[in-house]
């Protein structure tokens, strides 16, 4: 039986649907399977519709915007049929991750996805400061600190960036709160006072949008000291109420469920006791609470 805490809202990337993943959603959904997951949510990224957001990865492979438009067609379809097949065995989310270019125009395309589509639920995550990508390459993040003026005025940018993203697009998860850990110098102070009241803005936005923040185990995974969000960001959010949840935030079926349990362990020691699910019912997903223990 399922632990009623294994639950991944943010992930289920498959080398089908997305071209830095690997293996097939089939083989996603039967790893979350295989894991004993109760509720696993898919959250393949937004395609992004104009070249010049395209990764280098992308153009090297002969990726096109159609070409991500296309994917994500086959990928609602196929993640739909399976969350069907595997409903007797696992509650399947069918969702997205947004991104936040064009920033003059991200607000109405993201919300005009999900309404095509009717999607279950929305991750919405920042992975390009000012347009240009922070998650990439060295190079990329480097030109994003050059055009911000620095470390310190790029994270305090990308803190702002997530705080409105959240009002504009209300997600009901938001990802990898601190992913400007990522790419920054390893001796970078991301806790200075202008850096830490971004982050404050950044958190009362989620806490006034009521949205989930995703403890996101990728950070472990991409060789950081720690899982996203950094413990001094979880005890302010956990001050002021804001719920988390766990994402696996794979990339193939062998990161499925990669480190869950020490995700929990992590919380737990942090005094947050319970997390929050989305579950499916009749006209659409809810919020719930999910102890820990």
């Given at each position: 039986m399922a632990d009623p805490?294994?639950?991944s809202l943010h992930g289920g990337h498959s080398g089908e649907f997305c071209e830095h993943a690997e293996g097939t959603l089939r083989?996603?959904?039967e790893a979350a399977v295989a894991a004993g997951f109760a509720t696993f949510g898919l959250s393949e990224h937004a395609p992004r519709g104009q070249d010049r957001f395209l990764y280098s990865s992308e153009r090297q492979k002969g990726f096109t915007t159609g070409r991500l438009q296309t994917d994500f067609d086959a990928y609602v379809a196929e993640a739909r049929a399976l969350a069907a097949e595997f409903s007797d065995r696992i509650q399947i989310l069918v969702g997205f991750e947004a991104e936040v270019v064009p920033a003059a125009s991200y607000a109405d395309e993201m919300s005009a996805i999900r309404e095509k589509y009717a999607l279950e639920y929305m991750v919405?995550?920042?992975?390009?400061v000012g347009e240009i990508q922070i998650d990439g390459t060295i190079e990329e993040f480097q030109a994003a600190g050059a055009a911000s003026g620095g470390i310190e005025s790029l994270a305090v940018c990308y803190y702002d960036t997530v705080a409105e993203m959240v009002a504009r697009l209300r997600p009901e998860v938001v990802g990898h709160l601190d992913l400007i850990r990522r790419?920054?110098?390893?001796?970078?102070?991301?806790?200075?006072?202008?850096?830490?009241?971004?982050?404050?803005?950044a958190l009362q936005s989620v806490k006034e949008s009521g949205a989930i923040l995703d403890l996101n185990t990728a950070g472990w995974r991409k060789g950081l000291d720690n899982a996203y969000p950094e413990p001094w960001l979880i005890r302010r959010a956990h001050e002021l109420g804001i719920g988390f949840c766990f994402g696996d935030d794979s990339h193939a079926p062998a990161q499925v469920g990669?480190?869950?349990?020490?995700?929990?362990?992590?919380?737990?020691?942090?005094?947050?006791?319970?997390?929050?699910?989305?579950?499916?019912?009749?006209g659409g997903v809810v919020s719930t609470v999910v102890r820990l223990s």
């Open positions: 805490w294994r639950i083989g996603v959904v919405g995550s920042v992975h390009y790419n920054a110098p390893v001796r970078a102070d991301l806790q200075t006072t202008a850096i830490a009241a971004a982050a404050d803005r990669d480190g869950i349990d020490r995700a929990r362990e992590y919380l737990l020691e942090l005094d947050v006791t319970s997390i929050r699910s989305l579950d499916r019912r009749q």
